[in-house]
Nanobody, 122 residues
Framework: QVQLVESGGGLVQAGGSLRLSCAASGRTFVGLTMGWFRQAPGKEREFVAAITWSTGSTKYADSVKGRFTISRDNAKNTGYLQMNNLKPEDTAVYYC???????????????WGQGTQVTVSS
């Protein structure tokens, strides 16, 4: 069992930045992958970014490449999503998720956080 708690969402103007955090606890982190997904009203949940906990290897959706950075702090058991140059189309509920295994871009993750709202105004 892995528990995930997100924080850091909010309201920001277009062009601004936010950093989301995902505090993880529970089972071993060996073999863990952490991902971020988002879901806008009326749309399906979509992949944003993911990181392999042990190696730090990352993967991004094309829509956020060059603007978002995923990272993790092993000492704090916390993952981060730094979001720069935010656009109104980034508005969504952002979810942290984790699974044991390789990075996946579909929502086949075992553990999910409660979600945090990010709203970008134009």
């Amino acid at each position: 069992q892995v528990q995930l708690v997100e924080s850091g969402g909010g309201l920001v103007q277009a062009g601004g930045s936010l950093r989301l955090s995902c505090a993880a606890s529970g089972r071993t982190f060996v073999g863990l992958t952490m991902g971020w997904f988002r879901q806008a009203p009326g749309k399906e949940r979509e992949f944003v970014a993911a990181i392999t906990w042990s190696t730090g290897s990352t993967k991004y959706a094309d829509s956020v490449k060059g603007r978002f950075t995923i990272s993790r702090d092993n000492a704090k058991n916390t993952g981060y999503l730094q979001m720069n140059n935010l656009k109104p189309e980034d508005t969504a509920v952002y979810y942290c998720a984790s699974r044991y295994g390789t990075v996946r871009t579909d929502p086949d993750y075992t553990y999910w956080g409660q979600g945090t709202q990010v709203t970008v105004s134009s």
